[in-house]
Antibody, heavy 118, light 110 residues
């Protein structure tokens, strides 16, 4: 069964850091681009970042550039999102997804909640 | 303010057809494929349509999409109460070099 399982969310103070993980199983992880999408409480979906299968190409929405870093370890079938200099507006449920938005993200994790508050 | 514009809500009766529009520009919908997602309350989004009206396995042909210029439209026929959800369009924006979603449309099946 194709599955994505996020972890690493929690409560963090403004300016703090957090690392999200997304463990993949059931497919050849290194063959697929991966994405992170977030959803603030009561709001719509927001595309955050994407990475190629090899990890050589990365993309970010403007509001997170320089603060959030997407990377992957294909030997561990795991996607990561390193989150630094966190702000209140980063509070959201973070989903990892298999694929790219332009070609369809066909598998989603259950989401992990990040709360940035003092 | 989302780059892609969707109506906040639509409604229709069971068995009827509904359409959800998604309006963009030449830098996104006009030159890239659009994907559509369904999000049932309290759950993760699910892919409905991708790559010019393709459906993942298990998605019924009641769901379809079309594109004209810088706009895309999701169509749902034979509405069921289980279709009540939020629907999002998404695509790549070549000017932003980033993915973009519409603001989402809440479907109510009366």
């Amino acid at each position: 069964e194709v599955q994505l399982l996020e972890s690493g969310g929690g409560l963090v103070q403004p300016g703090g850091s957090l690392r999200l993980s997304c463990a993949a199983s059931g497919f050849t992880f290194s063959s697929y681009a991966m994405s992170w999408v977030r959803q603030a409480p009561g709001k719509g979906l927001e595309w955050v970042s994407a990475i190629s299968g090899s990890g050589g190409s990365t993309y970010y929405t403007d509001s997170v550039k320089g603060r959030l870093t997407i990377f992957r370890d294909n030997s561990k079938n795991t996607l990561y999102l390193q989150m630094n200099s966190l702000r209140a507006e980063d509070t959201a449920v973070y989903y990892c997804a298999k694929g790219l938005i332009t070609s369809g993200m066909d598998v989603w994790g259950q989401g992990t909640t990040v709360t940035v508050s003092s | 303010q989302s780059v892609l514009t969707q109506p906040p809500s639509v409604s229709a009766a069971p068995g009827q057809k509904v359409t959800i529009s998604c309006s963009g520009s030449s830098s996104n919908i006009g030159n890239n494929y659009v994907s559509w997602y369904q999000q049932l309350p309290g759950t993760a989004p699910k892919l409905l349509i991708y790559d010019n009206n393709k459906r993942p396995s298990g998605i019924p042909d009641r769901f379809s999409d079309s594109k004209s210029g810088t706009s895309a439209t999701l169509g749902i026929t034979g509405l069921q109460t289980g279709d009540e959800a939020d629907y999002y369009c998404g695509t790549w924006d070549s000017s932003l070099s980033a993915g973009v979603f519409g603001g989402g449309t809440k479907l109510t099946v009366l």
